[in-house]
């Protein structure tokens, strides 16, 4: 999250990657990881989530 912050370079220019752990399978156990996900890194949205 730092280094998102902390480059000069616009968010729309970013493709950020992510994933769902393989413990965290399930609809609903995915999405609380999900949006952990974006809370961690401080950001709205996620390019691509692999899961």
């Known amino acids: 999250a730092k280094a998102i912050k902390r480059c ?3 968010r ?6 992510t994933k769902v752990y393989y413990s ?8 609380k990881a ?3 996900s974006l809370n961690r890194l401080d950001i709205d949205y996620v390019d ?3 899961v």
């Open 24 to 31: 965290e399978q399930g609809y609903d156990n995915t999405l």
């Open 12 to 17: 729309e220019e970013l493709f950020i990657t």
């Open 34 to 36: 999900f949006n952990r």
């Open 8 to 10: 000069d370079v616009p």
């Open 48 to 50: 691509l989530y692999l």
